[in-house]
């Protein structure tokens, strides 16, 4: 059943399915004819197996396809390319992503678990900003959520998380093309929010905060990763055009300014759970992903320095609640 049906007393589901509507449109852009080729490929693949609950995302066994399925899959993967988020098993093709994702996952996981001792996602409903492919989302049905929906406007992602599904769909799971903007349409819906990797490509982040307070349930839980700077004082650095060569980067913050932030949004019980420089382990380029990667994005004389000159990025991770 649609989310939307199920759900409509609690959230705006005319409003979200106007603009889902809507934005069906966008997947008949020219740019993503290919991505309708991909989709076609394994327009008769259906997976009898699947496993969320290791580090990769495994969807389907070698065994299940014929020597022409596997070729026909192996190319669709080749279309959906770069894969950034990850990794991924499908019938036996692992997808070794830009982003060690599972490792994130980790380090979540481990932090709830050692702080709750009981598994805090069984029957909540999630939401996850910025979904991507839907890495995560597949990682968090192994925690018999109520429901994920992630949000991402990006086409390119969207048509992976497409593909995936296509392959073993999820009746639990459901990516939507919107953005932060539309979180809104869910006031006080969601018992739990993941917000990985957008903080600091948003020109207010303490609005975005502060719309993500106004979505959780009261006494829900908002789980923040970021990027960010080091240091002690409460600044957040704003670059003149790119940090790291991304130019949609607006304030890196130091883990003190980005608490700031988090108080002004009114959330408590703020726990910072990890925080690390980034290496070359956890964000590199593979076979799956051959564009430009951290190596190319750090100054070849000195990796605690952006290629612009601005300190090199840390990642800080922290739970935080929204009042009951």
Known sequence: MDYLTKYSGLIDSKKIFDLREERKKWLDWKGNIRYKKGLELVSDIRAGNSDYSGDEVIIGKADELSCEQKNRLTEAIKIFSPWRKGPFNLF????????????KMKRIFDFIEESEGE??????????????????????????????IGLDPTMHVHYQYRFLNSLKPEEKIFG???????????????????????????????????????????????????????GEEPVALFPEKRY????GSYFIPTLKCLT?????????????????????????????????????????????????????????????????
């Open 176 to 230: 939507e093309l919107l953005g932060i903007e539309h979180i809104s349409y869910y006031r006080e819906f969601f018992d739990v929010i993941f917000c990985m990797g957008i903080l600091y490509h948003k020109p207010d982040p303490v609005g975005m905060l502060r719309d993500l307070y106004s979505a959780l349930t009261p006494g829900g839980r908002l789980i923040i990763e970021t990027q960010g700077i080091p």
């Open 244 to 247: 790291a060569k991304a130019p």
């Open 92 to 103: 036996g093709t692992q997808i070794d992503s830009e982003w060690r994702s599972d490792l």
């Open 260 to 324: 700031n932030w988090i108080k002004r949004a009114k959330f408590s019980n703020i726990q910072t759970f990890y925080t690390h420089k980034m290496t070359f382990d956890e964000q590199r380029k593979t076979e799956w992903m051959q564009f430009q990667s951290l190596s190319d994005f750090l100054s070849k004389e000195d990796t605690n320095k952006t290629i612009e000159g601005y300190p090199a990025p840390m990642r800080f991770y922290l739970s935080v609640r929204k009042n009951k």
């Open 119 to 148: 598994n805090v996602f069984s029957g909540a409903k999630i939401a996850d900003i910025g979904c991507n492919n839907g890495y995560y989302m597949y990682r968090l049905l192994s925690k018999n959520p109520e429901l994920v």
